[in-house]
Structure formats: structure tokens, C-alpha cells
């Protein structure tokens, strides 16, 4: 008997130690969010505070429900706290029954107590946004229209476009997007007539649009909300995401918002990096320059700048740029974004170095390098010094000794390698790398197209077309392979025809890109069109100064009797690139000295 009365003693201290924290949780979430204002008189009525509204009768249905909740049966736990909810009619208590049923992944229960909670307080943002967000969870998009109007409506004015921005995140895994898009834009429909909200719901419905693979609109959603306010950064950034060479009207929107005194930096440096990823290189140098000239302390600009001005072999500006950079960045808080960028601009110092032949400054460069994720494009800086100090064999065995803990370091290291091979002429030797790395996989279109390049160098044509046309099968949309084939006839002068349909085909997968412009330039100059042929070579090489079309352009020039302007372009060229090959074989067969 004894025992009996101390079990039930224990249990009811913990029943009372639970009411009591209770009791003390629901007091702490009344003092922190004060119930919304109830829609209906009758609501009004039953708003009490909560322990004091509850009866004993309801304290031990919200208690078990609780125990329920926490214990072996959650499902018999929502019920009753969404009882006790209704019965009292109290927020918190319809905001824990859904609390409850998300916690154990009951979509249509949660869905219940969210819309008893939004119908018991029509003015609750927090019971609205509880709603929406489970019906988007349920990707039930047509039933959120109503909802979404009202998140809008409920939010504060100052809040208000802040909430508009919000709409594609909330809605960005919904099945059918342009059912989606169409949704939000009618949910808009009041705040795109309003012209404080105007442009931030028109950007939400071009994104909306985006989303939905319907670009013409997503642009025209983009024009208007920028019409609204032009010097807003949300339309710009859209038109950003937007840009393409067949909708040039997206990045005159973006070009129309950098004209404003107002422009921020970040999106001209958003812009330059679109121009970059375009090969645009030097429109993308044009916004650096700017960016660099209006806000000097602008970090991340002089990096890139650097980089850029290190791949044009523009030497002294970009050692100014990196170490520009690297003052910057010692100032800025420690952090991966910060390692990361100077162990760029240290990889980037470090190959100037190499080009002036300073190798021990090169390796010192590498040696500053701390990022992890940056020590394997170190230790190849390190093995491409070996190399050119004539020690290939350690320097593979650099290359090879990295870390290998995904395909993607294999393959990583095969690249690193094979370029070893090739910067120093080795041809043969990376041909046969990559023939066993084929072996593996001989569906690999770029372990193909590398191969290929590599029979070239050997002068093994057939192989090498061989090669390419295996590439092609293997990957019917690589335009690289399209433009080295097409290539390869014109500069033997081969099969004309042919050549010129591969390259055009390669130019319609990567339209606007100066390479390809360049090879349909010598399928055109073979063909004896030397006036097409120059004009499409103006084009590719004010598009990208490069060495290669320098050499195109000054021979085309030449054969037409331009020859000043020609030794101007090929001199351009070799202040680019003095070791290109293309170059010093076009002035050695002509018999040019500059």
C-alpha cells in the first residue's frame, strides 16, 4: 500500500512540475506576442488571457495534449490542443496545434489549425503567413491567391515592398510555374497600380515569370517596374539574370540603371561579371575600370581587374591591380571570401612572375597560398616552375601526388597534367595520358576534343578528325568540337563547304563568341570572300584582342595591301602574346620582321 501512494505521489509532482511549466511557457509566449486583434465581436469576447480563460477542465486537455504531443500519440495531442483552442479561442493555442502537426509532418492536420487560426483572427499577419507557407509546403498554388493578397494587405506599409520581394523565394518550389506566375500577378494586381509598390511588384512578377521560362515577359515585367522607379537596383538585377544576345533589351535596362548617380556598385560588378561569363572581356574591363575609378576601396573589382589584365598580358597593370587588391583585402574581416580571393590574387602574382622568368618570385607567391581549396591549382603553379626549369619528371610527379578524394580531383589531376605536357610541348606524351584516361571513358567528349588538339600538335589529321567527330556523336551540342574541325579544314584549305557548316553550326550554339567568329573569318578567307573575311575578323577581334585573331586579321589585311595597318595589328599581337604559334608562323611564312 505503502508503495502504491509513493507512485502515485511521484506522479503527481511531475503532473505538477509539467502544469507549471506550462503554465509558465504560455505566459512567456502572451508577454512576447500579445493576441491580433480578432476579427468578430464574438472573437473580441473570448480573447481572454489564456490561464486565466482556461477552466481545470481545459488546463488538463491542453496538459495531455501536451504529454500526447511529446509522447506516443501526437495525432490524439493536435486534437486536443486544437479543441482547447477553439474553445478558448486563444492564438497561441491554434499557433501550437500547428506547431504540433508540422513537427510530425501532418500537412492536411497543420493546413486545419493554420486555417481555424486565420479564420478566428482575419487580422493575424502571423496566421495568414502560417497558412500560406503550408499551402505552398502542399504545392496546393491555386488555393493561395486569396492568402497572398492578404499577406500583402496585412504587411506594414514600410514592410510592404520588403514583403512584395519576398513572393518568388515563397514560391520558388511550385510544380507548375506559370500557373504560379499567373497566380502572383493577380495577387499583385492592387500593389502594381499603386507607384510606391510598382516597381518591386513588377519585379516580383518578372521573376515569377523568369521562373516560368517565359523570358519576353519576365523582360517586359523588368521595363516597367524600372519605369516605375528608375533608379531602383530590383529591375536592373533582373534584367541581369535576363541577359542574352537574342533579348538585348535586358541589358539596356541594366545599362539605363548604371547611368543613374544612384547606381551601386555591387550591380555594376554583377553586370561586369555577365560580361565576362559572354566573353565580353573588354566591355567587362570598361565597368571595372569604372567601378575602380568611382569607389577605389572596392575590393572585389580590383581583383578581377587583375585576373583579366594578367590573361591579356598586360603585366605591370595587373601587378598594380592584385597588390591593389591584396592592401584592400588585409583590411577586410577575416573569412573564406576573403582567403579566397587572395589566394587568387596570390595564383595570379604568381604566374606574372612566371611570364618575367622570375621563378623563385613565382614560387614565393605560391607559397603565401593558405586556402585548401586552392593548394591544387598552387602545387600545379608549382610543377608548370619545374617544368620550365627542366625537371618534368618531378614536376608530374607534383601533379600526381595531390589528393585524389572525388572523380572530380581525378580529374582535376589528369587536366593539371595533360597541360604540364602541353605548355611544355610534350604532345606525345599527354596524347597517350589521355588515351588511357579514354580507355575508361570512351564517351568522354572533352577527354575526345583534348585528344584531338593533341593529334593535331602531331600532325596527326585523320586521328585528330577522327577524334572530333567522336566528340560530336558523344555530345551533339560541344561547339568547341564543331569550330576545331570546321577549322581545321579551312587552314588546310580542305573542303570548304563542310568547314563552313560546322562553324556556323558551332556559332549557333555559342552565338557571338570571337573565336568562332575567327574561324568562320578563314573558312570565308580560303573561299577567296576577303572583304567578308575581314569584316567578321574586326568584329572578333574588337570583341577579344587576342594574338591568334591578330594573326588572321594582319594577314587578311596584308593580302588586301593594308599593310601598315597590318604590321600595326600583328605588333598589337605579339604585345599580347609574343610566343603565340599562330603568330610567329603567319610573320615567319610571309616573311615579315617587326
Not at 509532482?13 to 505566459?27: E, G, N, W
Amino acid at each position: 500500500m505503502m508503495a502504491e501512494m509513493t507512485s502515485m505521489l511521484r506522479f503527481s509532482l511531475r503532473l505538477a512540475a509539467l502544469a507549471a511549466a506550462f503554465v509558465c511557457s504560455v505566459q512567456l509566449a502572451l508577454a512576447q506576442s500579445p493576441p491580433t486583434a480578432p476579427a468578430s465581436a464574438a472573437a473580441t469576447d473570448s480573447a481572454k488571457p489564456l490561464v486565466s480563460a482556461l477552466t481545470a477542465e481545459l488546463f488538463y486537455e491542453v496538459l495531455l495534449g501536451e504529454l500526447n504531443a511529446r509522447g506516443a500519440d501526437p495525432g490524439a495531442g493536435f486534437s486536443m490542443v486544437l479543441d482547447a483552442a477553439r474553445r478558448t479561442n486563444d492564438p497561441a493555442l491554434y499557433q501550437r496545434a500547428v506547431e504540433i502537426a508540422l513537427q510530425n509532418r501532418a500537412g492536411e492536420p497543420a493546413l486545419q489549425a493554420a486555417k481555424a487560426w486565420r479564420q478566428a483572427y482575419r487580422g493575424s499577419r502571423d496566421a495568414n503567413r502560417y497558412l500560406l507557407q503550408i499551402l505552398l509546403a502542399l504545392n496546393r498554388i491555386a488555393e493561395t491567391a486569396d492568402v497572398l493578397k492578404a499577406e500583402i494587405n496585412l504587411a506594414a506599409p514600410s514592410e510592404r515592398n520588403a514583403a512584395i520581394s519576398a513572393v518568388p523565394r515563397m514560391y520558388a518550389r511550385a510544380s507548375d510555374k506559370k500557373l504560379a506566375a499567373t497566380l502572383v500577378q493577380q495577387a499583385l494586381a492592387n500593389a502594381l497600380a499603386r507607384p510606391e509598390t510598382a516597381a518591386s511588384a513588377w519585379t516580383a512578377v518578372g521573376r515569377m515569370r523568369l521562373a516560368a521560362s517565359e523570358a519576353p515577359a519576365a523582360i517586359d515585367a523588368a521595363r516597367r517596374a524600372q519605369a516605375a522607379a528608375p533608379a531602383s537596383e530590383g529591375p536592373a538585377l533582373l534584367a541581369l539574370e535576363l541577359m542574352a544576345p537574342s533579348q538585348p533589351e535586358a541589358e539596356a535596362l541594366v545599362r539605363r540603371y548604371l547611368e543613374s548617380p544612384m547606381a551601386l556598385p555591387e550591380t555594376r560588378m554583377a553586370y561586369a561579371r555577365a560580361l565576362l561569363q559572354a566573353q565580353r572581356y573588354p566591355d567587362a574591363s570598361q565597368q571595372l575600370k569604372t567601378i575602380t575609378e568611382q569607389r577605389a576601396d572596392f575590393a572585389e573589382a580590383w581583383l578581377v581587374q587583375g585576373v583579366l589584365q594578367t590573361q591579356d598580358n598586360q603585366l605591370a597593370a595587373a601587378d598594380t591591380s592584385l597588390k591593389r587588391y591584396l592592401d584592400l583585402a588585409a583590411a577586410q574581416p577575416a573569412g573564406d571570401d576573403r582567403s579566397s580571393g587572395q589566394s587568387q590574387a596570390y595564383l595570379a602574382l604568381a604566374q606574372i612572375a612566371e611570364k618575367r622568368k622570375d621563378l623563385p618570385l613565382a614560387t614565393a607567391w605560391l607559397d603565401k597560398i593558405e586556402n585548401a581549396r586552392d593548394l591544387v591549382t598552387a602545387q600545379t603553379r608549382r610543377a608548370s616552375i619545374l617544368a620550365q626549369q627542366g625537371r618534368m619528371d618531378e614536376a608530374r610527379r607534383l601533379v600526381r601526388q595531390l589528393p585524389e578524394r572525388t572523380p572530380e580531383d581525378a580529374r582535376m589531376k589528369l587536366t593539371a597534367e595533360v597541360q604540364l605536357l602541353r605548355d611544355n610541348k610534350q604532345y606525345r606524351a599527354a596524347y597517350d595520358l589521355l588515351d588511357q584516361a579514354i580507355e575508361k571513358a570512351p564517351q568522354d567528349a572533352e577527354l575526345l576534343y583534348d585528344q584531338a588538339m593533341m593529334a593535331e600538335k602531331l600532325n596527326e589529321l585523320p586521328a585528330m578528325e577522327r577524334l572530333l567527330r567522336r566528340a560530336i556523336a558523344a555530345k551533339p551540342d560541344f561547339h568547341h568540337a564543331y569550330n576545331a574541325l570546321g577549322y581545321s579544314l579551312a587552314d588546310r584549305n580542305q573542303r570548304l563547304a563542310e568547314a563552313r557548316q560546322l562553324v556556323q553550326k558551332a556559332l549557333e550554339l555559342a552565338p557571338g563568341d570571337p573565336f568562332i567568329t575567327d574561324s568562320l573569318a578563314w573558312v570565308e578567307f580560303r573561299a577567296g570572300n576577303r572583304a567578308e573575311a575581314l569584316r567578321l575578323l574586326e568584329q572578333a577581334y574588337k570583341a577579344r584582342p587576342d594574338a591568334e585573331i591578330a594573326a588572321h586579321l594582319g594577314e587578311v589585311l596584308w593580302s588586301l595591301g593594308q599593310r601598315e595597318r597590318a604590321t600595326a595589328i600583328w605588333r598589337e599581337g605579339l604585345l599580347l602574346n609574343r610566343d603565340n604559334e599562330t603568330l610567329q608562323e603567319t610573320l615567319k611564312r610571309l616573311q615579315v620582321k617587326l
